[in-house]
């Protein structure tokens, strides 16, 4: 089984930044890709950015340009740098992991945007 931990979410006013970390742990032989989905409420779950095991990422449109994704394959880790948010960023943001063709998921954290 595999577990992913996330931290780094919370409370910044608009403007403001976050970073956002996940761990995997567990039964792991190989991790293709990592990322983050995010959901708003009432809103379904989106993509927000994406990391392969090679560093090619994609990002959703509206947050291009704000948030970086990058890893650290020693530690099995993927981060998410958020800058310039908007309450439109709003959301519970999930950290995934395509770990040996099987797709995990994270608890979620909570991040907030408001003055």
């Known amino acids: 089984q595999v577990q992913l931990v996330e931290s780094g979410g919370g409370l910044v006013q608009p403007g403001g930044s976050l970073r956002l970390s996940c761990a995997a742990s567990?039964?792991?032989?190989?991790?293709?890709?990592m990322g983050w989905y995010r959901q708003a409420p009432g809103q379904q779950r989106e993509l927000v950015a994406t990391i392969t095991n090679n560093g090619r990422t994609n990002y959703k449109d509206s947050v291009k340009g704000r948030f970086t994704i990058s890893r650290d394959p020693a530690k099995n880790a993927v981060f998410l740098q958020t800058n310039s948010l908007t309450p439109e960023d709003t959301a519970v943001y999930y950290c995934?992991?395509?770990?040996?063709?099987?797709?995990?998921w994270g608890q979620g954290t909570q991040v907030t945007v408001s003055s």
């Open positions: 995934y992991a395509n770990v040996d063709y099987r797709n995990y």
């Open positions: 567990g039964s792991i032989f190989r991790i293709y890709s």
